[in-house]
């Protein structure tokens, strides 16, 4: 007698390039007694060649049939995104090996979707800081290597679990060893922590805050300074740029007489309060009615060869002028007040007593070799993998430039430790929380310091070592330069349509529709997508600890307790600090 054919409970009814759509008359029996099928989960359509193509469940649908006695039956739909091809235990990306018709279709096993990711990358090379959401058993690795060296972008609204899945990636990466050594590894991680919240998850690292943070004024460039002392909009901002420019190259060179070839954006030490002489002198300045070189003061009669060696005199100390005297003595030629804004503007920042890490004695006289020290972990007796630049208490006017020159530093620390040892020894990773504050899409003057650093990171920092891990709440609010260079992405629940359509054409590969899913995914869940990545999955980041301090406040709870005090004396005493 014949063998009874196995009914067919579920087949294949059409193949297109991206998607595989399947019949099931029975949903029910169509499922692993482990777990019920949902968006998300694994099939494996089989050939007759011993071929399996593992394809990820994108939707499903119901159709209802009539039968020839004209009873109705339901008939599931379900559309399903081939991923690659299962041969003999091995799983690879694409492929085009199934034969036409497929044979069988079953939901994967546990073992066959472990078997995707399992293998897909050698042993030395595997990071790993997630596991599938939907088989939280089954690890997700990460090509290591690729993975830190492109560029990454962690995005997500409030509460989604951001902070903690970056805690989570970077306590993984400062914990990983190649051997069985004592002691710190070689990562190097800077935080651009703008909330205050990283130094509860990473207890051994180096934590600048303002009160701590030495950044001497010395090291500023031109965009910097600019942005500093000039006001955005004032008609006289090229010339005062360039008087500014004249005047610190004529003080880093009389500072610096062993320098040798001294440029404005050298990084050499000199007194700002020389510069602040030289603009006084200047607009209070009579001269010669015939000669602009020839300078008389109440105490000098001075004849200069050169506009330089005149104003070198004038940084040394205030001079004071004689009175004008018709057709004998004139005014000099920022004796107008074209420059007094300029000057006061200048003297404010310099007194200000929040800006003394900037200006005050001790910024000034750290050297250069401390400066670089405190920023990349090599504090002495103080040596950390990871560095944590609090900006809470940075003042908002001058947050970019703190930004932008702390970037800048680190990015010619890796580009001049590349030179000198030939080769990149200490890979840099910086991490910017918020990176929209920062560096946003915006042609503002006020962020134009810190989005050409972080652009310039962005585009040229891999070749050198230092690469870049961006935060946002707010994608589509940051610079496009910025997030087209990242090639690994960790994109958490989004609910705002246009950060959800700004990341959909940003991302290099999509998983058909799995990015519609992106305003229903849970804290701690991503779509995890890239060239690190073996394919584009939603995975769940592990739990880190210790965990971040950026856990929503208990409104409700706190409420309930009984009225609690508040020291407005201690608290009025920090806030004017």
Not at 28 to 34: G, N
Not at 256 to 284: E, I, M
Not at 364 to 378: D, I, N, S
Request: aromatic share 10%; with cysteine.
């Amino acid at each position: 007698m014949p063998n009874t054919p196995e009914p067919v409970n579920a087949e294949v009814i059409s193949v297109y390039p991206n998607k595989v759509r399947i019949s099931v008359d029975d949903l029910t029996s169509f499922r692993h007694a482990e777990e019920s099928l949902r968006v998300g989960s694994y099939l494996k359509v089989s050939d007759n060649e011993n071929v399996a193509l593992m394809c990820i469940i994108e939707s499903f649908a119901i159709e209802v049939r009539e039968d020839k006695e004209g009873n109705t039956q339901r008939i599931y739909i379900i559309d399903a995104f081939p991923l690659g091809t299962l041969k003999a235990g091995k799983f690879r990306r694409g492929g085009d090996e199934l034969a036409i018709p497929p044979k069988k279709v079953v939901p994967a096993s546990a073992k066959e979707v472990s078997s995707i990711f399992g293998d897909a990358f050698e042993k030395e090379h595997r990071f790993t800081f997630s596991a599938l959401t939907r088989h939280r058993d089954i690890h997700v690795p990460v090509h290591g290597d690729k993975f830190f060296n492109k560029h990454i972008a962690v995005i997500g609204a409030t509460g989604s679990g951001k902070s903690h899945t970056i805690a989570s990636i970077l306590q993984t990466a400062v914990s990983a060893k190649a051997t069985d050594y004592k002691g710190l590894n070689n990562a190097h991680i800077v935080i651009f922590d703008i909330h205050s919240e990283y130094k509860t998850a990473f207890p051994k690292a180096n934590v600048i805050g303002v009160d701590d943070l030495l950044l001497p004024f010395w090291l500023l460039n031109a965009e910097e300074m600019e942005e500093m002392f000039l006001e955005s909009g004032d008609n006289n901002n090229y010339n005062q740029a360039s008087l500014l420019r004249t005047i610190v190259s004529l003080c880093k060179e009389s500072s610096n007489p062993k320098a040798g070839k001294v440029y404005f954006d050298s990084p050499l030490p000199y007194c700002v309060q020389n510069v602040v002489n030289c603009l006084l002198n200047l607009t209070r300045e009579t001269k010669d009615a015939d000669n602009a070189l020839h300078v008389k003061t109440k105490t000098d009669d001075k004849m200069f060869s050169t506009e330089d060696e005149k104003t070198q005199w004038y940084c040394e100390t205030l001079r004071d002028f004689l009175p004008t005297e018709r057709s004998k003595i004139n005014k000099g030629a920022y004796a107008d007040g074209s420059i007094d804004k300029f000057v006061r503007r200048l003297s404010s920042k310099i007194s200000n007593p929040r800006l003394k890490f900037l200006f005050g004695a001790e910024a000034a006289a750290l050297t250069f070799e401390q400066v670089l020290q405190q920023f990349t972990g090599y504090r002495k007796s103080n040596e950390a993998n990871v560095t944590i630049l609090d900006l809470s208490g940075i003042p908002f006017e001058v947050l970019s430039i703190t930004v932008s020159l702390i970037t800048r530093l680190l990015f010619d620390f890796s580009y001049y430790s590349r030179r000198v040892a030939s080769n990149c020894n200490t890979p840099l990773l910086l991490v910017y929380e918020e990176a929209h504050k920062y560096a946003p899409r915006s042609d503002l003057a006020r962020y134009r310091a810190s989005l050409s650093a972080i652009e310039r990171v962005a585009k040229e920092g891999r070749k050198y070592g230092t690469s870049l891990l961006i935060a946002s709440q707010r994608p589509s609010e940051i610079s496009e330069t910025i997030f087209s260079q990242c090639s690994n992405f960790l994109a958490m629940r989004l609910t705002n349509p246009d950060d959800q359509a700004y990341i959909k054409r940003l991302l290099p590969d999509t998983l058909g529709n799995l990015t519609e899913g992106l305003p229903s995914l849970e804290a701690g869940e991503a779509l995890l997508i890239g060239e690190a990545s073996v394919m584009p999955c939603i995975v769940y980041v592990k739990q880190c600890k210790p965990e971040p301090s950026s856990s929503d406040i208990p409104y409700l709870e706190i409420w309930k307790k009984e009225w609690q005090p508040v020291d407005f004396s201690t608290l009025t005493q920090e806030w004017r600090k």
